[in-house]
């Protein structure tokens, strides 16, 4: 069976744990070349190693998506270590758990600010003269579905996604044309370390998943999924779209 | 409270916010202008301690868990 | 050839020409048994014997999906020729060019709403109980640009593809809980027979492409990725959900 990213090269943040690790391990098995970027140093260790055991082309860079240096010296390590740059996915992103509006702490809307609007939009513009210099790549960039509706728990970071998805279709509408696609996956509650984390209780998965139509929450291989498809040229003919997986949660019907 | 004890706490309760402690420590120590010892505690012992917490820290544990950290501070900023 | 349906038994509602056609044979290249319903005994002839190159569990079954008589003549005869459904595509539309809304004749509206919203309740509704005795199914419902954005030379497929969009919604929230998936693919501006038509002149749909962010409009084949996609297990997590492919040419403002 032909490998469905073969030969691309893809640089994936966040991409030691969660979402962005099930993302690089597919994308290992698909052919690609992979540079895994993370800030967290133990996770970006065994998530390459995984990755190695697949392929030997897979390399890591630590970087915080926040600071502007740390961004264009990942990029230029996916670069010097794979000659080109086909696929960013953007991964990385921090969720920190927050009272109502009036009682936010101003530093906690920074931190996830920092990370994961403005960090995404550092990425892209790392990114993607990288890309046009080779011909041509795709971006996806991770939001949630709390960046499509109210999200109680934290508005800081319902914000910060809806702003991924505003910032596709602008990259999309400018660099479409220069062939960089550029697409958004709105993911419902998946089974991450930080969904289990921001639960706050084991308990707190478990109570979504029975709620939800399907009873279960997502797994990151479901999230890996739609990414691949988006990264590789079967999806040559989309750009600008969000894209929903959230096992029909959103579809359920109110209770009224 | 002083501002390591608040982190800590924090960290406890919030996997999120635990993450910044551990992986971009120098974004805190500069947001909660932090001094150079606490500095120092949040990214070496606090930290070794943080790294080793379950996710999530079960709420019926938060109190012990942050008694813990805060003796541990209190030893390391005297 | 690939294997990502293997055993799957699908429908194809319009599946003889245009999308329809390349998905059949996109289906049966993945290892699927293909049922091409269609009401153009013709093309569904000339697309059988393509797919039957490829494997010889395909058929063919004569339908109007505005008749519920031979909506639930086709469903009876999927089971009968595969024993059972697991996936349902409603590719199955027409486009009349119409004036603005008060000179639109009220047959014009009855043809194009039986067609392409009735037809599409049809569809689901006969095949969904086939479905669920076999323990779940996809169904992929294709939708168009133009039941999003307002298109001013055809109000009534506007609206009827308005109405698949959510359609697609209110049957996923019903029915994902049983194991059904229900999704939406809003394709562009493709190249099918059915575009080419419509278009009234070869030098309009050449225009389109030379507007569009990609310098082009989409392949058939293209959509039917997407619908592979969605109608795969890869697609677990996807329910309720609708997909743009349009190569971005909603985020251009140019809207075709």
């Known amino acids: ?256 | 409270m002083n501002n390591l004890t608040e982190i800590a706490k924090r960290a406890v309760e919030d996997y999120g916010f635990r993450q910044i402690a551990l992986w971009s420590p120098d974004d805190l120590v500069e947001q909660w202008g932090l001094s150079p010892r606490e500095a120092g505690t949040l990214k070496g012992a606090l930290r070794d301690e943080l790294e080793r917490l379950p996710v999530p820290v079960e709420p019926r544990d938060y109190a012990a868990v942050t008694d813990r950290l805060n003796s541990l501070i209190s030893g390391c900023l005297g | ?256």
Request: with cysteine.
């Open chain 3, 1 to 256: 050839m690939g294997d990502r349906l293997a055993g799957k038994v699908a429908i194809l509602a319009g599946g003889a020409t245009g999308m329809g056609r390349t998905t059949a044979l996109r289906f049966a290249q993945e290892g699927a048994k293909v049922m091409i319903a269609d009401r153009n005994r013709a093309a569904s002839d000339e697309t059988l014997a393509m797919v039957r190159d490829i494997t010889p569990d395909a058929e063919v079954v004569a339908v109007d999906v505005s008749k519920w008589g031979q909506v639930q003549n086709m469903v009876d005869a999927t089971v009968e020729r595969f024993g059972r459904v697991d996936v349902l595509v409603n590719l199955a539309a027409i486009l009349m060019l119409t004036p603005p809304l008060i000179d639109v004749e009220e047959r014009q509206w009855d043809l194009i709403m039986d067609t392409n919203l009735k037809g599409t309740f049809f569809c689901c509704k006969a095949a969904i109980p086939a479905m669920l005795k076999g323990g779940g199914g996809s169904i992929v419902n294709i939708s168009s640009s133009a039941g999003l954005d307002a298109w001013t030379r055809s109000l009534p497929y506007n609206i009827s593809k308005a109405g698949v969009i959510h359609l697609t919604s209110v049957i996923s929230g019903q029915y994902t809980p049983q194991g059904i998936r229900v999704n939406c693919i809003v394709p562009g501006p493709v190249d099918t027979p059915q575009a080419r038509g419509s278009s009234q002149s070869a030098d309009l749909l050449a225009a389109v492409a030379a507007e569009h962010p990609m310098g082009r409009i989409g392949r058939p084949e293209e959509i039917s990725n997407a619908i592979l996609f969605l109608a795969s297990d890869e697609a677990s997590f996807v329910s309720g959900a609708t997909y743009v492919v349009d190569g971005g040419a909603r985020t251009s403002g140019r809207r075709s």
């Open chain 1, 1 to 256: 069976m032909a490998e469905r990213l073969a030969g691309k090269v893809a640089l994936v943040t966040g991409g030691a744990s969660g979402i962005g690790r099930a993302a690089v391990l597919r994308f290992a098995r698909e052919g690609a070349k992979v540079m895994i970027a993370d800030r967290n140093v133990t996770a970006l260790k065994e998530t390459l190693a995984e990755a190695l055991a697949i392929t030997p082309d897979a390399a890591s860079v630590q970087a915080d998506v926040s600071k502007t240096p740390q961004v264009q010296a990942m990029v230029d390590a996916a670069v010097a270590r794979f000659h080109r740059l086909d696929v960013l996915v953007n991964a990385a992103g921090v969720l920190v758990l927050a009272p109502p509006l009036a009682e936010i702490d101003e530093r906690d809307w920074d931190l996830m600010m920092n990370t994961n609007l403005r960090g995404l939009f550092l990425c892209c513009k790392a990114a993607i003269p990288a890309m046009i210099k080779g011909g041509g790549g795709s971006i996806i960039n991770i939001s949630s579905m709390a960046g499509l509706a109210a999200y109680a728990r934290s508005l800081p970071y319902a914000v910060s996604k809806a702003g991924v998805i505003h910032l596709t279709l602008g990259a999309a509408s400018q660099y479409t044309s220069k062939g960089v696609r550029v697409n958004c996956i709105a993911p419902g509650t998946v089974d991450t370390p930080q969904a289990r984390g921001s639960s706050q209780s084991a308990k707190g998965l478990e109570e979504i998943a029975a709620a939800h139509p399907m009873g279960r929450v997502g797994s990151p291989d479901d999230i890996a999924n739609a990414i691949l498809y988006l990264a590789s040229d079967e999806s040559a003919y989309v750009s600008g779209s969000t894209v929903i997986v959230d096992g029909g949660g959103r579809t359920l019907p109110p209770k009224i």
